[in-house]
C-alpha cells in the first residue's frame, strides 16, 4: 500500500486488491455490528458515511474482479 498527500485535505491511495477487500470486510462488519445509535461515537464516522465509503470500496472491487 502507498499513501500520499494531494491536493487540500486528500490522498491518493495505491492499494492491493486483498488489502481493500480487508477494509471492505471491516466497514461492513462495523455497519452489521455496531448500533445506530453508537455508531457515530464509535467509528467517528456517521453510519450513512461508511455506507457511502463501503458503496465506493465494492465498486472499486467489482471493477477488477
Same mark, same amino acid.
Given at each position: 500500500?502507498?499513501?500520499? @498527500?494531494? /491536493?487540500?485535505? !486528500?490522498? +491518493? %491511495? $495505491? +492499494?492491493a486488491?486483498? *488489502?481493500? &477487500?480487508? %477494509?471492505?470486510?471491516?466497514?461492513n *462488519?462495523a455497519?452489521? !455490528? +455496531?448500533?445506530? @445509535?453508537?455508531?457515530?461515537? &464509535?467509528?467517528?464516522?456517521? !453510519? $450513512? ?10 465498486? /472499486? !472491487?467489482? @471493477?477488477?474482479?
Open positions: 500500500m502507498k499513501i500520499e @498527500k494531494g /491536493a487540500s485535505d !486528500l490522498f +491518493i %491511495i $495505491e +492499494i486488491r486483498d *488489502d481493500l &477487500r480487508i %477494509i471492505n470486510n471491516c466497514i *462488519d455497519i452489521d !455490528l +455496531i448500533s445506530s @445509535k453508537e455508531f457515530g461515537t &464509535r467509528v467517528g464516522a456517521t !453510519l $450513512e458515511e461508511a455506507e457511502a465509503l463501503l458503496d465506493i470500496i465494492q465498486g /472499486a !472491487l467489482r @471493477k477488477v474482479e
